[in-house]
């Protein structure tokens, strides 16, 4: 009887390493703006894309749809959820404040192990931010380049974050983070706001530097409040236009 658990448990790993691969490559499609707002996803037609059955598919919309990115409706289906609207975005910024200036605080005292992580996200998000600036000024999108300056603002917060040493800190900002990454997404509408964005970066990390955590929180409130500034900007033009 014993001699079966292990095959048992094979089993069980490879299902949900399909599984978080299938969600994975969902995600991607729905960060990357493949599939429009509103749009269907049929699980049928996204296993035959993927190549795989239709369970971990269906297993995977369990899980997007409490991130947010996707809606179910009964008897239809899913559908890619609409962008978020001034209230969603209000609770987002809210929630994100609470998060992030108790991580600020609890990091700080950490600045030997946090700053060199931070530098290095801080340097590779300036490397990036200069990418896109260059890009918007020429009138061009390069995908690769903006994921990659997203992940670079990411990382930056993450490290943050992370260098509490609190888990459940952690786990809520990570079901934050694909609603998150869909507002970094929004917010950039010229080289002026990725150049505000590694400014209040770079005002958190040298507080950190100088063991002013107060300041630092200061900063990060500033930088979090700057983005909602900045998003909701975006979504009255989008209202109005």
Request: charged letters at 30%; proline letters at 3%.
């Amino acid at each position: 009887m014993s001699a079966g658990l292990p095959l048992r448990g094979v089993s069980e790993l490879e299902r949900r390493g399909l599984r978080d691969r299938v969600y994975d490559r969902i995600l991607a499609m729905l960060l990357e703006g493949h599939v429009e707002p509103g749009s269907r996803l049929s699980i049928d037609t996204l296993a035959k894309q993927l190549d795989v059955s239709p369970t971990p598919v269906r297993e995977a919309m369990v899980q997007l749809e409490r991130t947010g990115l996707v809606t179910r409706e009964a008897l239809k289906g899913y559908r890619v959820a609409p962008p978020l609207d001034a209230q969603q975005l209000a609770e987002l910024f809210d929630a994100r404040l609470m998060i992030e200036l108790e991580a600020t605080r609890l990091a700080a005292p950490h600045a030997e192990t946090l700053l060199p992580r931070l530098r290095e996200a801080h340097e590779l998000h300036h490397a990036w931010a200069q990418q896109v600036a260059e890009s918007l000024a020429e009138g061009e999108s390069d995908v690769r380049v903006t994921q990659e300056y997203f992940a670079a603002d990411a990382a930056f917060h993450r490290a943050i974050v992370e260098s509490t040493a609190n888990r459940y800190l952690l786990a809520m900002h990570d079901d934050l983070g694909a609603l998150t990454h869909r507002l970094r997404q929004a917010v950039i509408r010229g080289a002026t706001d990725v150049e505000e964005a590694h400014s209040e970066h770079a005002a958190v990390l040298e507080a950190i530097e100088r063991g002013d955590t107060a300041t630092a929180i200061d900063a990060m409130r500033a930088h979090i409040e700057g983005v909602r500034s900045r998003s909701m900007h975006d979504e009255t033009e989008t209202e109005t236009a």
